[in-house]
């Protein structure tokens, strides 16, 4: 058995092109979909995925806006640019890089950003409203997830999920949505013990640690649909993900690559959640004029 290869970046342009359409939808009415990206400090990595998101937001027809801060920014500087942003009617939608610096307190930067812009679906308001399966916005990577696996027609009403990370961007939202959706759920950690036997369970394997290679071949169940979302820059510059691909292939049915997996698909995801931010503020305004 070799496993279908789920392309992330070809159902990422899908959902681009859906995004531009509704875009252009809205712009017939006046309101044009505006993101702001605010970005503290000169981490390489966190520049290529502000100019990343930039660069999608334009090609969407989404206004978007950068503010760069220095390393030695404080955090009032920062808590107040933010404010600024909540207030301002062309901006729907608030995004901080993270990781921030160590002298800034990251909970009260999240918590800071008005929860109907918070297109991150970071501030606890969201994250409570997604434990309740009533979501204003989905985390961007577990909501690209549960849409590549939409797109595979996997039938997840029933299925053993197993998702391999316990953070709050990815391991935990991923088993609320998986939840959501009619699996049963296992959610494991650094601490789980014989992981490999949890894993050789799953019809759904999601793995977000950031431990390249992490789960081998042998931990996957045959047939099994395994969803990559770790990104590692080995020594030698190569990027790879926390499952070993080669060896995974032989034994899932469908497997994501990286990269060119879920990684194309968190920046859709943040069109679509900027996108129907606009939308609510939208139809928040037409209400108000009747």
Partial sequence: MTARIIDGKALSAAVRAEVAERVEALRAQNVQP????????????????????????????????????????????????????????????????????????????????????????FHVNNAGLLMTGKPLFRPCTPYGVMRMLESENVNIRGAEAVVVGASNIVGKPMALLLLAAGATVTICNSKTRDLGAQTRRADILVVATGRPGMVSGDMVKPGAVVIDVGINRLEDGRLVGDVEFEEARKVAGAITPVPGGVGPMTIAMLLVNTLEAAERSAARLHQAAL
């Fill in 34 to 121: 505006g993101l702001a990206v605010v970005l503290v400090g000169e981490d390489p990595a966190s520049q290529v995925y502000v100019r990343n998101k930039a660069a999608a937001c334009e090609k969407a027809g989404i206004h978007s806006r950068v503010i760069r801060m220095g390393q030695d920014s404080t955090e009032a500087e920062l808590l107040d640019i933010i404010q600024q942003l909540n207030e301002d009617p062309d901006i729907h939608g608030i995004l901080v890089q993270l990781p921030l610096p160590g002298h800034m307190n990251t909970a009260k930067v999240i918590e800071t950003i008005s929860a109907e812009k918070d297109v991150d679906g």
